[in-house]
């Protein structure tokens, strides 16, 4: 497939470059449908009603393929790019810890926790709803914010470089999403932030979850430390060295093994 005069082999995408695209390209489609009711007068736009997860419960189980459809829709434009951006930000961190696959399972699973958090206040509180009889939730915030909650339960301290802040652990990005959708949920927006909160806590504790799975039983640990590689294991020493004392305690010849692994 071309996009913009490129041509674009989606069976060679990994599974994050797959998210972006489906992303750019499910925005372009619906800017290109508004364009469409702008020209013509038609009602064709609307079709985003089709794929956002309504507040609504009874709407809700007319369209139930909503609950994970209405990351993909974004209708303020502004909105969307910064979504783009956080998308890549995280996700770039978590490749370079974590897997493809598990990079997919928690950005469902932030999605779905979302959508059922915003489900769950739009019918338990519904005050601060009073302005938005018709919400709906869009947007694919949730699914990189559990990709956030995950990173700070298993490597808060590993250290991320802005531009003009400098090294910044990943547990103060964790917190700023907390505090701003607490401070913003009574205020704008309530079921968007309430489905932030439950995104991030739902990728934390995925993560404790799992790790505990896999400490529980000692003696099956040491046979699968048994059965693991030398490369493994010393990417092993590394991450816990990382989420104990921070990148900068890596020596070069760390870095640089951290790096060949992160590609591969």
Do not use: C
């Amino acid at each position: 497939m071309r996009i913009f005069g490129k041509h674009i082999d989606f069976s060679s995408l990994d599974i994050f470059e797959k998210i972006i695209y489906s992303v750019v390209f499910s925005g372009f489609i619906l800017w290109i449908f508004y364009i469409l009711h702008q020209l013509s007068g038609s009602n064709i736009h609307q079709i985003w009603l089709f794929f956002a997860l309504p507040g609504s419960f009874e709407e809700f189980i007319k369209q139930p393929w909503s609950l994970v459809t209405y990351a993909w829709i974004h209708l303020n434009i502004i909105g969307f790019f910064f979504n783009l951006i956080w998308l890549w930000f995280i996700g770039r961190i978590f490749l370079g810890f974590e897997p493809n696959g598990k990079m997919f399972k928690i950005f469902i699973l932030g999605i779905i926790a979302g959508g059922l958090g915003f489900l769950l206040a739009y019918s338990f509180l519904p005050f601060f709803f009073r302005d938005e009889p018709n919400a709906y939730l869009t947007g694919i915030s949730t699914g990189y914010l559990s990709w956030l909650g995950y990173l700070t339960a298993k490597y808060s301290n590993y250290p991320v470089y802005v531009r003009l802040l400098g090294n910044i652990k990943i547990k103060w990005f964790f917190y700023f999403f907390i505090f701003w959708d607490v401070i913003q949920f009574p205020l704008i927006n309530s079921g968007g932030h309430i489905a932030h909160l439950f995104a991030l806590f739902t990728g934390y504790f995925a993560a404790k979850f799992m790790n505990s799975r896999k400490m529980k039983p000692k003696h099956d640990f040491h046979i699968y430390d048994n059965y693991k590689t030398s490369t493994e294991k010393k990417l092993d020493r590394i991450l816990d060295k990382i989420n104990k004392k921070g990148m900068r305690s890596l020596t070069d010849e760390e870095r640089s093994f951290l790096e060949r692994e992160s590609r591969r």
